[in-house]
């Protein structure tokens, strides 16, 4: 069974960034997609950005388009979140996800799509 271990949240500024990661253990990383979802407070959780297994397909919602990147390191069994430019509206507790089906080159964007998800990491920005 994956292990999935969100971390690099925290509290910036309005315009500042962070970088979140997520480290997987006990089971396969490279042959699934890897997703980021999103839920702030008192809101349904989201999706946010999506990689293929691969690493050449990305997919984001329309609210963090140009502001943040996915990446990922098969070698370390990691999934990168770079967020920049961050605004009040992007504060929320941050999760990471595997692909429930391996070999996915175009990552779905449906939370049951993924069948193993992280603690989360809570991401604050301050106006």
């Known amino acids: 069974q994956v292990q999935l271990v969100e971390s690099g949240g925290g509290l910036v500024q309005a315009g500042g960034s962070l970088r979140l990661s997520c480290a997987a253990s006990?089971?396969?990383?490279?042959?699934?997609?890897m997703g980021w979802f999103r839920q702030a407070r008192g809101k349904e959780r989201e999706f946010v950005a999506a990689?293929?297994?691969?690493?050449?397909?990305?997919t984001y919602a329309d609210s963090v388009k140009g502001r943040f990147t996915i990446s990922r390191d098969n070698a370390k069994n990691t999934t990168y979140l770079q967020m920049n430019n961050l605004k009040p509206e992007d504060t929320a507790v941050y999760y990471c996800?595997?692909?429930?089906?391996?070999?996915?080159?175009?990552?779905?964007?449906?939370?049951?799509?993924?069948?193993?998800w992280g603690q989360g990491t809570q991401v604050t920005v301050s106006s």
């Open positions: 006990g089971g396969t990383f490279s042959p699934y997609a």
């Open positions: 990689i293929g297994y691969g690493g050449s397909r990305t």
């Open positions: 996800a595997k692909g429930l089906l391996p070999f996915t080159v175009v990552p779905r964007t449906g939370a049951p799509d993924f069948g193993s």
